[in-house]
């Protein structure tokens, strides 16, 4: 039988796979009430705003949403969990539900991905969505005392473990760590994977996707695309790239330069342009996939769907510019030795 990242990898030297959009804008869209948000769990803080939370007060929510971006073409379908860790779900009292909200999540997900599966004969992907969390492990939050650090690695690698094997038990195919502003938050995540990896016996395929801070094109924590990519080939993943930042047109360059140099995958899920005065996004999804159809001609990506503002118009409209597209190439090492500190080093013979 084959197993997730080889039926991925297969199904990636094909075509283009798509993956969904953003939950948050859709769930924004509910203009739901605090009430909804903490259904009859009994927590005594406000849970507005506290959309991981709906997984379990409000799951025919969550499913309609995910139902939605399938009908629209999604291959890869990410759970409804980039808070549902301790850390982000402190800040609402909520902690002690992060296994029930991850659980609830991917079997939600897994449910959605399965029936349209069976239903055109089309594989279908669950990646257990971990987001940055809100405490970066790289900056001291205090100016006065560069040294502070709020958390420190092993707390949160066991947050991120505690996530994934909540995940992995409601039914995931694939760990999607995403919007990384800060790399060594991202290998504490990493090395959770790897140790639940062992744990279970049988491969758990990581995605990692990086996050810009600015158009220079590096994380919070200072890195080039370049640079990330030197700090987690290690792990070798199944797909590296760029999700959130900017939209398809700012992230261009960044997502040329990843691409040339990353020997897997590469996806990438801009946000629909660049949000206006109010913090909402205006681009409209024709537009999202004309800037898309741009990426597929230099031959960019492997996976490609959407990050903040996007609708499943958005990924409609980018799974019918990418039928039919030809997936990039992986280009092949040149067996150099890459090394990073914010930038890469690469040793030569």
């Given amino acids: 039988m084959s197993t997730p990242a080889a039926s991925f990898r297969s199904e990636a030297a094909k075509r283009i796979l798509v993956k969904d959009g953003a939950y948050g804008t859709l769930i924004q869209a509910e203009k739901l009430d605090g009430c909804t948000y903490g259904g009859d769990l009994g927590l005594s803080r406000d849970q507005r705003g506290n959309n991981d939370l709906l997984n379990l007060t409000c799951p025919g929510v969550i499913e309609d949403i995910c139902e939605r971006f399938a009908a629209a073409g999604a291959d890869v379908l990410a759970t409804n969990t980039f808070n549902a860790n301790a850390i982000s779900q402190a800040d609402y009292g909520a902690e002690a539900y992060v296994d029930d909200i991850n659980r609830a999540a991917a079997r939600i997900t897994r449910t959605v991905a399965d029936r349209w599966a069976a239903k055109d004969g089309r594989p279908r992907w669950v990646a257990g969505a971990l987001g940055p969390t809100n405490k970066t492990l790289s900056l001291s939050p205090n100016v006065n005392d560069p040294a502070f650090r709020e958390v420190d690695f092993d707390t949160v690698k066991a947050v991120y473990r505690e996530q994934i094997d909540a995940l992995v038990e409601g039914g995931i195919d694939l760990v999607l760590i995403e919007t990384i502003f800060d790399t060594l938050n991202a290998k504490a995540a990493i090395m959770a994977a790897l140790e639940a990896e062992r744990a279970l016996g049988r ?73 206006n005065e109010l913090g909402e996004y205006d681009e409209a999804a024709e537009e999202t996939a004309a800037q898309v159809r741009e990426w597929l001609d230099d031959g960019l990506v492997n996976v490609v769907g959407g990050c903040c503002g996007t609708t499943p118009e958005h990924i409609a409209a980018i799974a019918k510019v990418v039928a039919g597209a030809s997936p990039r190439a992986i280009p092949h090492t040149n067996g150099h030795t890459l090394l990073a500190g914010l930038e890469p080093m690469v040793l030569a013979a």
């Fill in 203 to 275: 491969e758990l395929p990581i995605m990692i996707s990086m996050t810009l801070t600015d158009l220079s094109g590096r994380n919070l924590s200072g890195h080039t695309v370049e640079a990330f990519w030197a700090s987690v080939r290690h792990a070798r993943p199944l797909t590296i790239g760029l999700n959130c930042s900017f939209g398809a047109q700012q992230l261009r360059p960044h997502l040329a330069a990843l691409s040339a140099q990353a020997d897997t995958l590469v996806m990438a899920y801009p946000n629909a342009g660049l949000p």
